[in-house]
């Protein structure tokens, strides 16, 4: 018998009511020995993925790793999309068994948890598997994580995959969370976000609105859905 297909979007597909994201670590001691990913882009996507969260109303957990005795502040790109966040300071380096963690992961109550932080191979590892084996769905955004070799954070990514982790990218995540160009009302959030950190993309998205004054909803179909294709006519 034929399947049917439904203009639904897939249930591995994150929406931004329903998961958590956990930034970990993302401080200067940490980025200066992370090689498999220079700082700068390290920076550019940690900002895409914490103003995503931000913009989007994400529920969000922070959290550094001896801020003040060693690893230095958390990001400035992510303490500004969170002024008044509450960051978690730990002495553990699997951020799963600091009871203040696990704590807030259940106060929020959302099964699915996104990661990112450094570096891949400990402190994304570490409470990554540590989830998976009590029963949460787990992602990683991996190219706002890093570590000390490009070996060391593809293995980490490897192993999390095959435990059933699910990989994505810092813009990916941020397209996931808008995924129609009809939301109006976080359109001009998500083109500014991409502006901004979003590269090549980001550049293409200020070249059509300069250029043409294109936009990505300037045409919609008829599930709501518009192309980039649009944009620049």
Not at 45 to 57: H, I
Request: net charge negative; charged share 20%; hydrophobic share 40%.
């Amino acid at each position: 018998m034929a399947t049917n297909a439904k203009p639904v979007p897939g249930k591995t597909l994150v929406s931004p009511q329903d998961h958590t994201l956990i930034m970990i670590d993302h401080q200067s001691q940490m980025a200066f020995a992370t090689k498999s990913i220079d700082a700068v882009t390290l920076r550019n996507n940690a900002a895409m993925v914490a103003e995503a969260a931000a913009g989007f109303k994400v529920s969000t957990i922070l959290t550094t790793v001896a801020e003040k005795t060693f690893s230095g502040p958390i990001f400035d790109e992510i303490k500004s999309a969170f002024p008044v966040a509450d960051v978690i300071d730990r002495t553990s380096m699997n951020t799963w068994e600091d009871g203040r963690v696990t704590d807030r992961v259940n106060q929020i109550g959302k099964n699915r948890l996104v990661f990112a932080g450094l570096w891949t191979s400990v402190c994304i590892v570490g409470p990554t598997l540590s989830a998976l084996d009590q029963g949460f769905e787990v992602y990683v955004i991996a190219d706002a994580c890093g570590d000390v070799t490009d070996e060391a954070h593809d293995r980490a990514m490897d192993r999390m995959v095959q435990a059933g982790v699910r990989p994505m990218t810092s813009l990916q995540y941020l397209l996931e969370l808008q995924r129609d160009w009809a939301r109006t009302e976080t359109y001009d959030l998500t083109t500014g976000i991409a502006k901004r950190h979003g590269g090549g993309y980001g550049l293409g998205i200020i070249y059509a609105k300069s250029m043409f004054g294109g936009q990505e909803n300037a045409e919609v179909s008829g599930h709501g859905l518009a192309t980039d294709a649009a944009a620049a006519e």
